[in-house]
C-alpha cells in the first residue's frame, strides 16, 4: 500500500503491529501515550503459552463466586458500583459453555501454532536479548480437583494438535527439584516458551526502527478522525492532527472508546495483574529450571536472569495502576506453598499492569466495520504477549492487502454486532 499507517498503542501488539508493517516498507508512525511497554507488556508473566482454552470455561463461575470478594484470592472484584463491569460478567457467564470452547480451540489452537512460529521467525531475523527459551512450562497441582482439571485441559488442547504430557508427583519433582513433595502431578506442555517481555518489546521496536518505522512516545491521542466513512488521522491531546491513510487500534484496554465512537462494540474489561521479582539465592528464590504455573493459586514462576518472576492474580477494579499489597503478598505467600525452598527475601521489583479482557476469551483482532483502514487488536487477556507477533501479522495482512488468512475471520469486532 502507499501512505502512511498510524499505530495506537506502544505495548507488545502494537510495537508488533509497526514492526510487522514497516517490514513490508509501509511508512510507518507509533504512538505511544506514554513509555513504550508501560503497561502489562512490562511485567508480565514472561511466557509465550499457545493453544489453551479460553477463561470461558464451565465451571469457572461456581469458582469465581467463592473467590471474588477475597482480596487475597487469585480473582478478586472490587465492591463497587460499576455497570459496563456487571454487565461484562453477565456476558462472561453466557459464554462459559462446552460449545464455545470447542468453537474457540478451533481458532485459537491454529493461532498458536502461528504464534510460536512468529516467535521463531522474529529471532531468527533480529537480534533480540531477551532471554528466550523455548523449554516448555508445567501446570503443577497439589490437589485432586486441580490434576483433574489440568488434565481435562490436557485432553482438549491434544485434540487440537498439541502434545500435553501428563505427569504424577514423582516425575514433576524429577523434572523439577525445587517442587514441594506434597505435590500430586501435573501437565508438561512443550509447545511454549519463556522470556523477559520488557527486553522483547524494547528490541522489537528498535527492529522496527531500523526498518523506518518512527516511535513516538508521550504522544496520547484524543480522536480517532474520519471523513466520508474513511480514515484520515489521529488528534493527540495537545490539538495537533497526525495524518494517516490507515490506522491500528493497539492500546489494550484504554482508550477503546475513541474507536466505539465509530458504531463498533468492544467489549473489553481492563483486568490487573501483578509480579513479584525474587532474586535466586540462600534467602530468595530456589534456582528453578523450569517454568511452572501453580495449578490452584494461578501463580506463574518464571526463572529469568537471576530472578524468579511471580506473577498472577485477576483484579477487575477500573482502570487504574493502584497496587494491592494482599493481591502482591498472594503470590509468594502461595508460592510457598509450592516451592520450600523459597525464602523471605525482599523483591527485587514489585508491579501491575492492565491486560484487556474480552468478554469471550477471545482477542478482538480486524478491520472495524463501518469505517475504510481502521485495525483493531485488543482483547488478548492474559495472552498478550503470545500473541502479539502473530495479531500484528494479521493486522499488517488487513491494511495491506484488505484480508488475511480465513482461519482468523472469528476474531474480528463485528463479531459483537
Not at 166 to 192: H, I, M, N, S
Not at 264 to 293: E, T
Not at 351 to 361: H, T
Request: proline fraction near 7%; include cysteine.
Amino acid at each position: 500500500m502507499q501512505g502512511r499507517v498510524i499505530v495506537v498503542g506502544g505495548g507488545v501488539v502494537g510495537v508488533s503491529c509497526a514492526y510487522e508493517l514497516a517490514a513490508r516498507s509501509v511508512e510507518v508512525v507509533l504512538l505511544e501515550r506514554t513509555t513504550l511497554a508501560s503497561g502489562a507488556s512490562r511485567g508480565n508473566a514472561g511466557t509465550v503459552s499457545a493453544g489453551h482454552p479460553p477463561l470461558n470455561k464451565p465451571g469457572r463461575v461456581p469458582q469465581a463466586i467463592r473467590q471474588m470478594g477475597d482480596p487475597s484470592s487469585p480473582l478478586y472484584i472490587q465492591p463497587r458500583w460499576d455497570p459496563a463491569l456487571w454487565k461484562w460478567l453477565a456476558d462472561f457467564v453466557r459464554y462459559c459453555t462446552d460449545q464455545h470452547v470447542e468453537a474457540a480451540m478451533g481458532v485459537m489452537a491454529p493461532l498458536g501454532l502461528e504464534a510460536l512460529a512468529a516467535f521463531e521467525r522474529i529471532l531468527a531475523a533480529e537480534t533480540i536479548d531477551c532471554g528466550y527459551r523455548a523449554a516448555g512450562y508445567f501446570d503443577v497441582c497439589a490437589t485432586e480437583r486441580g490434576l483433574e482439571g489440568a488434565w481435562h485441559e490436557a485432553e482438549i488442547i491434544q485434540r487440537h494438535g498439541y502434545h500435553p504430557e501428563k505427569l504424577d508427583g514423582r516425575g514433576l519433582r524429577a523434572a523439577e527439584p525445587a517442587l514441594t513433595e506434597d505435590v500430586l502431578g501435573g501437565v508438561y506442555f512443550p509447545e511454549a516458551a519463556t522470556l523477559d517481555p520488557y527486553a522483547f518489546v524494547v528490541g522489537l521496536a528498535n527492529a522496527a526502527r531500523k526498518l523506518g518505522a518512527r516511535l513516538q512516545e508521550g504522544a496520547p491521542v484524543t480522536e480517532l478522525l474520519t471523513r466520508s466513512g474513511r480514515v484520515t488521522g489521529v488528534r493527540l491531546a495537545d490539538g495537533s492532527v497526525v495524518a494517516a491513510d490507515a490506522v491500528a487500534w493497539a492500546t489494550g484496554p484504554y482508550d477503546l472508546g475513541l474507536v466505539e465512537r465509530t458504531g463498533v462494540r468492544l467489549p473489553v474489561q481492563p483486568g490487573k495483574g501483578y509480579h513479584r521479582d525474587i532474586r535466586v539465592g540462600p534467602r530468595g528464590a530456589p534456582p528453578m529450571r523450569i517454568a511452572c504455573v501453580l495449578n490452584e493459586a494461578s501463580v506463574f514462576c518464571t526463572p529469568m536472569r537471576g530472578f524468579v518472576r511471580f506473577a498472577g492474580t485477576m483484579e477487575f477494579s477500573g482502570l487504574n495502576d493502584v497496587m494491592r499489597r494482599e493481591r502482591l503478598e498472594q503470590l509468594t505467600t502461595a508460592a510457598a506453598r509450592y516451592l520450600p525452598g523459597l525464602g523471605d527475601d525482599e523483591p527485587i521489583s514489585e508491579w501491575c499492569g492492565l491486560r484487556p479482557m474480552a468478554v469471550d476469551g477471545l482477542p478482538i483482532v480486524g478491520l472495524v466495520p463501518g469505517v475504510e483502514r481502521v485495525a483493531v487488536a485488543t482483547g488478548h487477556g492474559m495472552l498478550g504477549l503470545t500473541l502479539g507477533p502473530v495479531s500484528g501479522r494479521i493486522v499488517a495482512d488487513l491494511l495491506i492487502d484488505g484480508t488475511t488468512d480465513s482461519r482468523w475471520a472469528p476474531l474480528g469486532p463485528e463479531r459483537f454486532g
